[in-house]
């Protein structure tokens, strides 16, 4: 599971239920060992939610030998949410990595579509990393930026089921007009 937050929450869940169960049948190892592990349960979600991660960007020129690098390595798993995606073809694109705690988690790709429109054409996340931290940060951060160079809306076109929900999860909406086209004003 990538996500520690999610199977700490399943795990109290599990724990929780057999230390009640162990008490209704008078099994006291049972009771001890998973009121142990709900304890430590409690303790790592308390410190993850505490747990405060630093963001930033890093742009990076499209010839550069660590995005080759970083796209190559990770290439199978973004073929999953962005199977169109080729970075030779893009017409002076922008391109961020997305630092967590300076480390490089993902990447962000954008273009002038005209009209004042941003147009996403990668936005991945390693999978140890994806949760809504990064989304949050790159969506909210790059707008100052974004607003400076005349964008006024990020568009995504996508027809993955997978990104299509995480898109709206972020607050994209989809046009009515263009299923699997996604806005969200900056």
Known sequence: MNNIWR????NLLGASTFATYGLLIHAWPVVGLNSFI?????????LLSRKKDTFSFFEVAPDSTFLKEFLA??????????????LEGLNNPEIRLILRNMLPV??????????GVAQIRLDYVVPDYRDFKNARFVYSSS?????????????????????QR?????????????????TLPV
């Open 106 to 115: 993902g990447v962000f790709v954008c273009e002038d579509a005209g009209d």
């Open 166 to 182: 995480f898109l709206r999860k972020v607050g994209f909406r989809e046009d009515p007009g263009q299923p699997g086209r996604f």
């Open 38 to 46: 709900v304890v430590v349960d409690i303790v790592y979600l308390v």
């Open 143 to 163: 707008h100052p930026r974004l607003k400076a160079c005349g964008f006024r809306s990020f568009a995504a076109t996508s027809g993955v089921p997978a990104h």
């Open 7 to 10: 199977l700490r929450w399943i």
């Open 73 to 86: 390595f990770w290439s199978d798993d973004i073929n999953r949410f962005f199977p169109d995606f080729l």
